[in-house]
T-cell receptor
């Protein structure tokens, strides 16, 4: 059983398109994250949700909009895609009441904007 | 805001040599975590350190947390090709801030 699953694994799209990446975790965790990993492998936090509530919103263009329909899901919608959005996007989850615990990462979604 | 620096960014070692990566934070950390990301893979949790001066070992890996809880290190003894990957430190309670990572290449 996959603990944190993301779809799709690969996404190639043209500039200007709108796309979504889905994430689901079956660990019963309250907190979910989106991270962006660029070509230099730097992992940068984008958003964090706790029980469907947005708790961390880093300086991310408002073309990026997270949505959490329930605490097991955190989706990422991106409008008007730009070349610079090309990266690997990782979803992660961890328990809320024990913040200092390990984060479980999904397999990643490699987004390529052409 | 909190910044976590990590050095070196890249390290090539001959198989059998030792390897160390260092992590420094601009602020005191409640805890430090270490993750490993294999090429093409996702970050996988290795360990967490919480106490000042704490040292933990996992086989050939030794993790240390500084006395001031602002720095940490990961040391690998006698590297193997299976150690290849990027090692990240991460700090923070709810907002987990990752260092830039150290990419380790092991030459057989």
């Amino acid at each position: 059983d996959t603990a944190v699953s993301q779809t799709p694994k690969y996404l190639v799209t043209q500039m200007g398109n709108d796309k979504s990446i889905k994430c689901e975790q079956n660990l019963g965790h309250d907190t979910m994250y989106w991270y962006k990993q660029d070509s230099k492998k730097f992992l940068k936090i984008m958003f964090s949700y706790n029980n469907k509530e947005l708790i961390i919103n880093e300086t991310v263009p408002n073309r990026f909009s997270p949505k959490s329909p329930d605490k097991a899901h955190l989706n990422l919608h991106i409008n008007s895609l730009e070349l610079g959005d090309s990266a690997v996007y990782f979803c992660a989850s961890r328990p809320w009441d024990r913040g200092g615990t390990e984060a479980f990462f999904g397999q990643g979604t490699r987004l390529t904007v052409v | 805001g909190q910044q976590v620096m990590q050095i070196p960014q890249y390290q090539h070692v001959q198989e059998g040599e030792d390897f160390t990566t260092y992590c420094n934070s601009s602020t005191t950390l409640s805890n430090i975590q270490w993750y490993k990301q294999r090429p093409g893979g996702h970050p996988v949790f290795l360990i967490q350190l919480v106490k000042s001066g704490e040292v933990k070992k996992q086989k050939r890996l030794t993790f240390q947390f500084g006395e001031a809880k602002k720095n940490s290190s990961l040391h690998i003894t006698a590297t193997q090709t299976t150690d290849v990957g990027t090692y990240f430190c991460a700090g923070g309670y709810q907002k987990v801030t990752f260092g830039i990572g150290t990419k380790l290449q092991v030459i057989p």
